[in-house]
């Protein structure tokens, strides 16, 4: 059994739902790689120094504090955080409910599980039903572990998942970006290109069944290791490979629509599965919110 992360509860208009907050993310397939110092491929460790005596500091001797001056702290423990406004650390605020849609990509950070803790089960419930049949999402704040995040909250089956959101102000602006602008008369798309790359989409159109995919370049990092291991090459640095620049193209080197063309009548060399969507409750994305009709 997981153990929680936070505990508090859903407020919305005058309804208080108690829950309990999980991490989403599973972190035990990923490729842990240790740091070596390349001159006798010992283990790299990390020490936490005071700064003024150079000694190792324990854990349970470090305390957080604020910079108010140069070198002028005030010290903040986690009841001095707790204190500053009780309500926004043990409530998950919502402040409005949004189309799911409206909301781009872009925005979304972390994903946590919520689920019901005792005596709310029915009334998460009912948000649940309501985000689901309305296919909006619940915009609310949240301070989690000395900071307040905006987050989105979304049903996923029979579950209520808390999307951490970034702030507008820390999304960088589109305009800061060079792009093939839609209204550009150079680069104006014709109806005949369109129609294919239409026709590539949709003839690669498939379910989305996350359980198929998996991280492929671990496997090959892995494979590599034992060969390494093989050929008793443990301690062998290979060196970087200076990459060839590839060739400049023209502007009208590449057919485009030749290459959709192509493209189309291949159907692609892996062509996206057909059969019904195998559906995987824990790894279901946390954006499907409208329920089916």
Avoid: C
Avoid at 8 to 30: K, N, T, Y
Avoid at 170 to 192: M, T, V
Avoid at 255 to 271: C, I, Q
């Amino acid at each position: 059994m997981q153990r929680s992360l936070w505990k508090g509860a859903i407020s919305f208009g005058l309804v208080h739902i108690p829950v309990q907050m999980f991490s989403a993310e599973d972190r035990g397939h990923e490729l842990d790689l240790t740091m070596l110092d390349k001159r006798d491929f010992a283990p790299i460790g990390y020490k936490r120094i005071n700064k003024d005596t150079g000694k190792e500091v324990e854990w349970d001797d470090i305390v957080k504090g604020y910079e108010y001056e140069k070198d002028h702290f005030v010290v903040l423990s986690p009841e001095d955080l707790r204190r500053a406004n009780v309500e926004a650390t043990q409530t998950v605020d919502i402040m409005t409910f949004v189309d799911a849609a409206e909301v781009p990509v872009v925005y979304f950070e972390h994903p946590y599980y919520l689920t019901p803790d005792k005596g709310g089960e029915k009334v998460y419930a009912l948000l649940r039903e309501a985000l689901a049949r309305s296919g909006m999402m619940g915009i609310a704040q949240v301070v989690i572990r000395a900071r307040q995040h905006l987050v989105a909250l979304l049903p996923m089956g029979d579950m209520i998942v808390m999307n951490t959101l970034r702030y507008n102000d820390e999304i960088r602006a589109i305009d800061d970006f060079e792009l093939p602008r839609s209204n550009s008369r150079k680069l104006a798309l014709q109806e005949k290109e369109i129609e294919m790359a239409l026709a590539l989409v949709k003839g690669m159109a498939g379910d989305f069944e996350p359980e198929q995919y998996h991280d492929t370049y671990r496997e090959d990092v892995l494979a590599l290791v034992q060969r390494k291991i093989k050929a008793n090459q443990t301690r062998l640095i290979t060196p970087s490979e200076e990459e060839e620049e590839a060739p400049a193209r023209g502007d009208n080197i590449v057919d485009l629509m030749a290459l959709l063309r192509e493209s189309v009548n291949s159907r692609g060399k892996a062509p996206a599965k057909k059969g019904p969507a195998k559906k995987a409750a824990n790894h279901e994305p946390a954006r499907k919110t409208r329920a089916r009709a």
